[in-house]
């Protein structure tokens, strides 16, 4: 319980430090200029959302392995 509440409270700490992300190259930054504002802010939007999924999949296969390692010690 004590981890959750950790864990939870630095969540809750970053979220009063977030700031705009620009996660656009060299290449995209001028095409999303070429577009115009509202295109270039779903452009960025889906350049994080590509970004991102690596580090759930990653998060969700060691999470399952963690918990499923923890059974197999508790049963041994």
């Known amino acids: 319980m004590k981890k959750l509440f950790l864990i939870l409270f ?10 705009t992300v620009n996660a ?3 290449l995209c930054t001028k095409t ?4 115009g504002e509202k295109p270039a802010q ?4 889906g350049i ?4 991102f999924m690596p580090f ?6 060691g999470y399952r392995w963690w918990k499923n390692n923890k059974e197999f010690e508790a049963n041994s």
């Open 42 to 45: 779903g452009l960025n939007s």
């Open 56 to 61: 759930i999949l990653v998060g969700f296969i």
């Open 32 to 35: 999303a200029q070429q577009l």
């Open 10 to 19: 630095f969540f809750l700490l970053a979220g009063f430090f977030i700031q």
């Open 24 to 26: 656009q190259c060299s």
């Open 48 to 51: 994080l959302y590509l970004m």
